[in-house]
């Protein structure tokens, strides 16, 4: 009789030592996501704001958004997220993440800011493989490179301007390295023209207003 009440009070020990470290999992899982989800909002909103100032507009970047789907921009078919940017109620500057499959070392993501008249507001590289070095530059950290295309502005579809200077157009290239700046600003470009062909979807109402100036 002693064995079985060890066994069965061993056993009651166990299971109550299971539930109690199910539970400190389940919390800690649950503050482990909240405090990544935090990190990840914040490194975000760090970015958006770079491209578009807080002091410049008047809404909350992360919380006004609209899904679309650009395999072209994205190399997927996954639906994303676009930001906007307004003033007096009215979308001034629309964020588009974009995917520079044509790195020199693979993949380039980053973010696009284009304004209402298709200009660029600016644009910031989030992740990328990079040659560090060469290809790196493209960090606002290492150079001020990615600050040549604010307020630049494609005439058309095709225009030839829209290049490195190696090809003919006029964004500078990296001493030996022209690939990495060529794929962002020809990533940049796709990002204006799809902008353009979706005016409506990412501008709103606002989109009519601004097609007639």
Same mark, same amino acid.
């Given at each position: 009789?002693?064995?079985?009440?060890? &066994?069965?009070?061993?056993?009651?020990?166990?299971?109550?030592?299971?539930?109690?470290?199910?539970?400190?999992?389940?919390?800690?899982?649950?503050?482990?996501?909240? #405090? &990544?989800?935090?990190?990840?909002?914040?490194?975000?909103?760090?970015? !958006?704001?770079? &491209?578009? %100032?807080?002091?410049?507009?008047?809404?909350?970047?992360?919380?006004?958004?609209?899904?679309?789907?650009? %395999?072209?921009? !994205?190399?997927?078919?996954? %639906?994303?997220?676009?930001?906007?940017? #307004?003033?007096?109620?009215?979308?001034?500057?629309?964020?588009?993440?974009?995917?520079?499959?044509?790195?020199?070392? $693979?993949? &380039?993501?980053?973010?696009?800011?284009?304004?209402?008249?298709?200009?660029?507001? $600016?644009?910031?590289?989030?992740?990328?493989?990079?040659?560090? $070095? !060469?290809?790196?530059?493209?960090?606002?950290?290492?150079?001020?490179?990615?600050?040549?295309?604010?307020?630049?502005?494609?005439?058309?579809?095709?225009?030839?301007?829209?290049?490195?200077?190696?090809?003919?157009?006029?964004?500078?290239?990296?001493?030996?390295?022209?690939?990495? %700046?060529?794929?962002?600003?020809?990533?940049?470009?796709?990002?204006?023209?799809?902008?353009?062909?979706?005016?409506?979807?990412?501008?709103?109402?606002?989109?009519?207003?601004?097609?007639?100036?």
């Amino acid at each position: 009789m002693e064995m079985f009440s060890a &066994i069965r009070s061993s056993t009651v020990g166990l299971a109550v030592f299971a539930v109690v470290t199910s539970g400190l999992i389940a919390v800690t899982q649950v503050g482990t996501k909240t #405090r &990544i989800e935090h990190n990840e909002r914040e490194a975000q909103a760090k970015a !958006l704001y770079e &491209i578009v %100032p807080r002091s410049q507009i008047d809404n909350d970047l992360l919380d006004d958004t609209v899904e679309f789907v650009a %395999p072209g921009l !994205l190399g997927s078919d996954t %639906p994303a997220t676009a930001w906007r940017a #307004r003033r007096d109620g009215k979308v001034q500057t629309v964020i588009l993440p974009v995917t520079a499959p044509d790195g020199y070392t $693979g993949n &380039i993501h980053m973010i696009v800011g284009i304004n209402a008249d298709a200009s660029i507001a $600016g644009l910031r590289v989030l992740a990328h493989k990079e040659t560090p $070095g !060469l290809g790196d530059k493209v960090e606002l950290k290492k150079s001020d490179w990615v600050l040549g295309f604010n307020g630049k502005s494609m005439a058309s579809s095709n225009d030839s301007n829209w290049a490195v200077k190696k090809d003919g157009g006029q964004f500078d290239q990296f001493t030996g390295a022209t690939i990495t %700046p060529r794929a962002i600003v020809n990533a940049t470009g796709r990002a204006i023209n799809y902008f353009r062909s979706n005016r409506v979807q990412l501008l709103g109402s606002d989109s009519a207003e601004v097609s007639q100036q």
